[in-house]
C-alpha cells in the first residue's frame, strides 16, 4: 500500500508541475491550439498487425478538425518521391556463395543506401550496403530511425531498425543521416510542405527518446500515449529527464474525450 501510495503522490506532482493526464478540459485546449498532429504509428496508430482500438474512428474524427501525418514503405515513398530503388523485399532470398576468392558485384551508380526496418536482414544485403557505401563516390547513408525495438506482433517487442542501421555502421564505419525522429530532418520537409508553423502541431508517440524528444526539439506540444514501448512508471521514473505536455493511455482516448 505504501508503494501504491508513493505511485499516485509521484504522479500527482508530475502532473502539477510538468506533464498533465489528458482529461476533457485540457485535451479541447490542446485540439483548439493545434493545426496539426503528427502521429507515430507502431505501438500508437497500430500494435504489431493489429491496430489499436478505436484508432479508426479517431483519426476519423481529427481529419475533420485538422492535418493528419503518418508513415509509409520505404521503397512506395522513393518511388513516390520519383526515385528508382533497389534491393528491399526483392533481395530478401538472396545468398552469397562463398567459393574460392568470390568476387560480389554491385551496381556503381548508387548514390543512396537507404537503411530502416528489415525483417530479411541477410548477409547478401549487408555485402551489398557495404559496397556501395564504401566504394561508390559520394554514396550517402541514410536511417530512417534507430529505434532499438519494435513491434512486429502486439505481444512482444522485436528488434528494430536500430540494429540494422547498427550492423551497417559497423561494417562500414560510417554513421548514417538519419532522417527520422527524433532528427529534426523530417519537420523541416514537414514545415516546407504544410506551411504550419510547429508551435500549431501536436507531436503524438509512444517513445520519450525518440517521438517526444522530436516533438519538444521541433518546438510542438507533445503527448505520449501508453500503448506501446514507454510505460507509466518509465515515464515517471526519477531518471526520465523527456517529459511531455500531455500523457494518456492510447489515442482513441482523445475520441472519448473530444468526440460527439
Keep these: 500500500m505504501k508503494d501504491k501510495n508513493k505511485s499516485e503522490k509521484k504522479e500527482q506532482e508530475m502532473g502539477s508541475s510538468s506533464t498533465e493526464v489528458l482529461n476533457?478540459?485540457?485535451?479541447a485546449s490542446?485540439?483548439?491550439s493545434v493545426d496539426a498532429f503528427l502521429f507515430d504509428c507502431d505501438g500508437v496508430i497500430w500494435k504489431g498487425d493489429k491496430l489499436i482500438d478505436g484508432v479508426s474512428e479517431t483519426l476519423q474524427f481529427l481529419r475533420s478538425q485538422v492535418y493528419v501525418i503518418g508513415g509509409e514503405g520505404i521503397v512506395e515513398e522513393l518511388h513516390l518521391a520519383g526515385f528508382t530503388s533497389l534491393g528491399g523485399p526483392d533481395d530478401a532470398n538472396k545468398k552469397i556463395e562463398l567459393k574460392q576468392n568470390p568476387f560480389f558485384h554491385h551496381d556503381k551508380t548508387v548514390g543512396a543506401v537507404v537503411v530502416g526496418l528489415d525483417q530479411y536482414i541477410n548477409f547478401y544485403?549487408?555485402?551489398?550496403?557495404?559496397?556501395?557505401?564504401?566504394?561508390?563516390?559520394g554514396c550517402l547513408f541514410i536511417a530512417t530511425n534507430r529505434d532499438?525495438?519494435?513491434h512486429m506482433t502486439d505481444l512482444q517487442e522485436?528488434?528494430?531498425?536500430?540494429?540494422?542501421?547498427a550492423a551497417v555502421c559497423g561494417t562500414t564505419q560510417k554513421e548514417p543521416v538519419v532522417v527520422g525522429k527524433p532528427s529534426t530532418f523530417m519537420m523541416d520537409f514537414l514545415l516546407k510542405k504544410f506551411n504550419v508553423d510547429t508551435s500549431r502541431m501536436c507531436m503524438v508517440g509512444d517513445r520519450l527518446d525518440t517521438d517526444i524528444l522530436f516533438g519538444q526539439s521541433a518546438g510542438c506540444k507533445t503527448l505520449l500515449v501508453l500503448s506501446g514501448v514507454t510505460s507509466l512508471p518509465a515515464l515517471q521514473d526519477s531518471a526520465n529527464n523527456i517529459v511531455p505536455d500531455y500523457y494518456?493511455?492510447?489515442?482513441?482516448?482523445?475520441?472519448?474525450?473530444?468526440?460527439?
Excluded at 248 to 260: A, E, I
Design 24 to 27: 476533457g478540459e485540457n485535451g
Design 148 to 150: 532499438a525495438v519494435g
Design 158 to 165: 522485436w528488434p528494430g531498425a536500430g540494429c540494422m542501421v
Design 30 to 32: 490542446l485540439l483548439n
Design 125 to 137: 544485403k549487408l555485402q551489398y550496403a557495404t559496397l556501395c557505401i564504401r566504394e561508390n563516390p
Design 248 to 260: 494518456t493511455d492510447k489515442v482513441s482516448d482523445l475520441l472519448q474525450l473530444l468526440g460527439p
